[in-house]
């Protein structure tokens, strides 16, 4: 995909397990060259922050659609990360079926970038762990 210098982007790393996985997981995301996660200066909770990404607020009735599973998923999530070059999440409790993790980060430096593969990995069962595949992103000035 090719996107222009400045752009928001959303992140949206998914995860579907067809049984429940174990406590204690921690969501990897590394971040390619070129890019910085929105959030990372400010101290938003994981709903403000979709919220904020999709346009709405807490007054808001409804739920987007767009932020369906991200929004069933925030309640999992017990921290998260912005650090440079990778964005984690940390959930302390199992869970089964499809789950949203989201965030936004911006397109900072013209270039052609390789974003690694997520990684999803149980602290305490070392034997559980998944990857997603690698991309690569275009930024244009």
């Known amino acids: 995909p090719h996107v222009h210098l400045g752009d928001l982007l959303r992140v949206r790393v998914f995860v579907y397990s067809e049984s429940n996985t174990p406590p204690f997981v921690v969501v990897r995301d590394p971040l390619g060259g070129g890019f910085e996660a ?10 403000a922050s979709l919220d904020a ?10 739920i987007d659609p767009r932020g369906f599973y991200a929004a069933r998923s925030i309640d999992q999530i017990t921290h998260r990360g912005f650090r440079t070059g990778v964005t984690t999440f940390h959930l ?9 993790f989201t965030y936004a980060v911006r397109a900072t430096t013209v270039g052609r970038f390789t974003v690694p593969p997520a990684q999803l990995e149980a602290l ?15 930024v244009e000035p």
């Open 53 to 62: 990404l999709l346009g709405g607020g807490a007054d808001d009735g409804a």
């Open 38 to 47: 929105v959030d990372a200066g400010f101290a938003t909770t994981p709903r």
């Open 124 to 138: 305490y069962q070392p034997g559980v762990m998944a990857r997603s595949t690698m991309t690569t992103f275009v």
């Open 92 to 100: 302390d409790h199992g869970s089964s079926g499809l789950r949203e």
